[in-house]
């Protein structure tokens, strides 16, 4: 069975969804190879006769159209991987891009495609209301062998409260209030932001959500982590005791999924998340407080966190949990089979 995977280059979406996956398909299963091609430009001289299945995620750029056209001419399948809603939210930075372009593009792939993996029952639920084509859901899975899982945890004499995330998350980090501003100040304690580029203005924004005021003055236990690639932004983990993950309840962000718990648990991290989904799928996840977004009600589960993850171990529960219920070789196992289905065209 030959693959051929369409990847963004230096894309986070791309390397859960597809790099790490299909990477351990191939070393898992010998009869298995599978090549990456991440120049745009170049997709539309590939010989797709020379495979059995081409995975992408989302859309494939300007070529989108071209490139189906060029597929359904050839023996290859279309396997479409989508982890994201498409109507955005027009505070998204890709808000234009989308309603111009992507949307359509995508909902047009989704009719083409043979098969279409996703990240949730909900959006896979969603996705049906616009194509027939089958679809499965596979979760977002960590490959825990990889080195940015695996850095040794930072040592510190204060608790610190991490968070990572991109620039699409201000309206997320609004709803922690001066919960996390209260909480340092009186137990000493400092918040790290992962994903960090002082460059750009919106991350001005961004920590005035969490410190009140301006860059200039950052008070001292405020701190940032520079962002990295998404082969490497794991490591950001092990300088944090607690890890949270805000999020706005909204229709969009209700098709997201739970991959910032699955991050927290590959360092054996607590994690403290807003009460909606995708999060409430995580509400059995003994490793993971579920509250309510009020200020008063993050602040409340940060001190209750601070005891929690002495006594309790919570860290160690959510690191079980993920492992049981997001264990990258079962859903291999899963992706193998999927994919000599889709090749065997018995899916139904």
């Given at each position: 069975m030959k693959i051929i995977l369409l990847m963004d280059k230096g894309g986070g979406v791309s390397f859960h969804r597809l790099f790490t996956p299909f990477a351990d398909l191939q070393t898992t299963y010998p009869n298995v190879t599978v090549d990456v091609s991440q120049?745009?430009?170049?997709?539309?001289?590939?010989?797709?006769?020379?495979?059995?299945?081409?995975?992408f995620s989302r859309w494939m750029g300007n070529y989108h159209y071209n490139l189906i056209e060029k597929l359904k001419l050839s023996n290859c399948k279309i396997w479409v991987d989508n982890d994201d809603y498409w109507v955005l939210p027009k505070w998204n930075p890709a808000y234009k891009a989308y309603k111009k372009l992507i949307k359509n593009a995508l909902l047009d792939a989704f009719q083409?495609?043979?098969?279409?993996?996703?990240?949730?029952?909900?959006?896979?639920?969603?996705?049906?209301?616009?194509?027939?084509t089958p679809i499965f859901v596979i979760p977002n899975c960590?490959?825990?062998?990889?080195?940015?899982?695996?850095?040794?945890?930072?040592?510190?004499?204060?608790?610190?409260?991490?968070?990572?995330?991109?620039?699409?998350?201000?309206?997320?980090?609004?709803?922690?209030?001066?919960s996390i501003k209260r909480f340092c100040e009186e137990y000493d304690a400092e918040f790290y932001m992962g994903g960090h580029m002082i460059e750009y203005g919106v991350w001005h924004d961004m920590e005035k959500c969490i410190t009140g005021t301006t860059v200039d003055k950052r008070p001292d236990w405020f701190k940032t982590i520079r962002a990295s690639s998404p082969d490497a932004y794991g490591s950001m983990y092990a300088q944090f005791d607690i890890a949270i993950a805000p999020l706005q309840e909204s229709r969009f962000n209700s098709f997201k999924s739970e991959l910032k718990i699955i991050e927290a648990a590959a360092y054996n991290l607590p994690i403290i998340c807003s009460n909606v989904h995708p999060y409430k799928l995580h509400q059995y996840n003994a490793g993971c407080i579920l509250t309510t977004n009020n200020e008063e009600s993050w602040y409340l589960d940060l001190v209750g966190m601070k005891i929690f993850t002495q006594t309790f171990q919570m860290g160690s529960k959510n690191a079980?949990?993920?492992?049981?219920?997001?264990?990258?070789?079962?859903?291999?196992?899963?992706?193998?089979?999927?994919?000599?289905n889709l090749i065997t065209n018995d899916l139904n």
């Amino acid at each position: 069975m030959k693959i051929i995977l369409l990847m963004d280059k230096g894309g986070g979406v791309s390397f859960h969804r597809l790099f790490t996956p299909f990477a351990d398909l191939q070393t898992t299963y010998p009869n298995v190879t599978v090549d990456v091609s991440q120049e745009r430009d170049e997709w539309i001289d590939i010989d797709f006769e020379k495979y059995d299945v081409c995975v992408f995620s989302r859309w494939m750029g300007n070529y989108h159209y071209n490139l189906i056209e060029k597929l359904k001419l050839s023996n290859c399948k279309i396997w479409v991987d989508n982890d994201d809603y498409w109507v955005l939210p027009k505070w998204n930075p890709a808000y234009k891009a989308y309603k111009k372009l992507i949307k359509n593009a995508l909902l047009d792939a989704f009719q083409f495609a043979d098969i279409i993996t996703t990240t949730t029952q909900k959006l896979a639920d969603e996705i049906r209301t616009v194509t027939n084509t089958p679809i499965f859901v596979i979760p977002n899975c960590l490959d825990l062998k990889q080195s940015q899982w695996n850095i040794p945890k930072v040592k510190s004499n204060k608790l610190r409260i991490g968070w990572v995330g991109g620039s699409s998350h201000e309206e997320d980090l609004k709803v922690l209030g001066n919960s996390i501003k209260r909480f340092c100040e009186e137990y000493d304690a400092e918040f790290y932001m992962g994903g960090h580029m002082i460059e750009y203005g919106v991350w001005h924004d961004m920590e005035k959500c969490i410190t009140g005021t301006t860059v200039d003055k950052r008070p001292d236990w405020f701190k940032t982590i520079r962002a990295s690639s998404p082969d490497a932004y794991g490591s950001m983990y092990a300088q944090f005791d607690i890890a949270i993950a805000p999020l706005q309840e909204s229709r969009f962000n209700s098709f997201k999924s739970e991959l910032k718990i699955i991050e927290a648990a590959a360092y054996n991290l607590p994690i403290i998340c807003s009460n909606v989904h995708p999060y409430k799928l995580h509400q059995y996840n003994a490793g993971c407080i579920l509250t309510t977004n009020n200020e008063e009600s993050w602040y409340l589960d940060l001190v209750g966190m601070k005891i929690f993850t002495q006594t309790f171990q919570m860290g160690s529960k959510n690191a079980e949990y993920c492992n049981e219920n997001y264990n990258l070789k079962e859903f291999t196992k899963y992706r193998y089979e999927l994919l000599c289905n889709l090749i065997t065209n018995d899916l139904n």
